[in-house]
């Protein structure tokens, strides 16, 4: 049982002191390697590994192709500025190969677990000779898994999964006491940037989580175009997430006079504090057009945009 530690319990410098401790006896003199996806909470692991193991912690960003347009450029001059180096992994053929063919959820979130783990980091912390990988498991994703609402990819001893048995490593998770809320105040206190700490939360399976059926390149590049609309229209909203769907069914739409067989992006934009519940923005009419005119003039094939308008529960923050 994971002892919560409540964004009002929680004393930002004693946490830090503890994990840093915590982190620096378990490595001892050996290498750690860090896995970074440049969303909150594998930042604020970052700060915290570097701290506590300087050089001898190698920071990875694994590109998978599946991340929103120019994110390991982005989150790798984020680090330099902070001093830390980034190394960047190409794995997208990996990550496309694992997930050909596949549409249920559940497999897509397996397959992809079983790459990044597995293969990539595997890979990488037996040429290193590493025995513990650190990331940035949080509360909220061991609930959502333990409760079969949806495996998240980072857990794994509460399902019975020993890392060390199955990748050959050790996983470290310094923030699992921790939701959202918490990590921000831990993020913002070692120092990382309000780019950084405030940015919206991102799902550990990249944007294959909000694609609807099989996810291939081109699906994969539709609803990143979506996704730079979208964000780029609703971050003075301040709300916690919001994101865009490709669904799987095409739809019946025109252009130019003729018919048009198209595609449909569905948004989504949440009021929430840690993402166990979550109600839908009152986003004005007037930005919900520019949205939908936007994703339809910028993203080929897109005929239809929706926004969701069910609160979480019975919904969740992503679609898949």
Known sequence: MIKEITVEKLNAERFIDEKLKE????????????????????????????????????TIFVENGLMREGEAEQVKGFFHKLGVTVEVIDARKDFFSALDGITDPEEKREAITQTFYKKIFGRVVKESQAKYLLQGTILTD??????????????????????????????IEPLIQLRKDGVRKIGEVLGLPSDLFERIPFPGPALSARVIDEVTPERIETVRKATVIVERLLKGTGAFQYLAILHK???????????????????????????????PTRVSFEI???LAQEIIQEVPGIVSVTYNIASKPPS???AI
Not at 40 to 52: C, E, I, K, N
Not at 257 to 279: L, M, P
């Open 23 to 58: 982190i620096k006896n378990t490595v001892g003199d050996g290498m750690a390697i860090n896995a970074l996806s440049g969303g909150v909470d594998s930042s604020t692991v970052t700060m915290l590994g570097h701290r506590a193991l300087g050089d001898r912690l190698r």
């Open 249 to 279: 069914d095409r739809v019946t739409g025109m252009r130019n006079g003729k018919r048009e067989f198209g595609q449909q992006i569905e948004i989504r934009c949440w009021d929430s504090v840690d993402a166990r519940t979550a109600s």
């Open 316 to 318: 969740t923050i992503e």
């Open 142 to 171: 061991v609930d959502e898994t333990v409760a079969g609402i949806k495996r998240q990819h980072n857990v794994f001893e509460q399902l019975g999964i020993d890392p060390q048995e199955s990748f050959g490593y050790r996983i």
């Open 288 to 290: 919900l057009e520019k």
